[in-house]
Structures are given as C-alpha cells and as structure tokens.
C-alpha cells in the first residue's frame, strides 16, 4: 500500500487524537523498508510521541513519551 506522506501525517494525526495525545508541529517523517513514523515534536525535549504507520495495513502504532 503505496501513500503519500500528507496521508501518512493524517493518519498519524488521527491515532493522536483517538488516544489524547497532543499533536504538535514540527514533526519529522520517515519512510522505511515496512513502515512509516512520523516524530512529533521535534524542538520539544521530553513530551515526544513516535507513531509508526505499517505499510501493510496501514495500522498506527504510538510510542508516547509523555512528560
């Protein structure tokens, strides 16, 4: 399954909110061999989330690093 990264970035955005977790900008995007991860935010230390988006199914998986 082949998507863009503004997709990507959506899909992120929503998992965010479905599980209370801030969105904020500046994010960084990755592409990778099975999946995508967008990193939000980028200038904040601590507070940081990691949401891998699988390219199989398109499934969000979060990493939050709440602070």
Known sequence: MEMSESEVVTIAKEA???R???WREPYAFRRR????FVLIPLNVRGGNA???VSKATGEARI???GR
């Open 16 to 18: 965010c909110i479905e």
């Open 63 to 65: 990493r939050y690093y």
């Open 50 to 52: 990691v949401i891998r």
């Open 20 to 22: 209370g977790i801030r």
């Open 33 to 36: 061999w099975r999946s995508w």
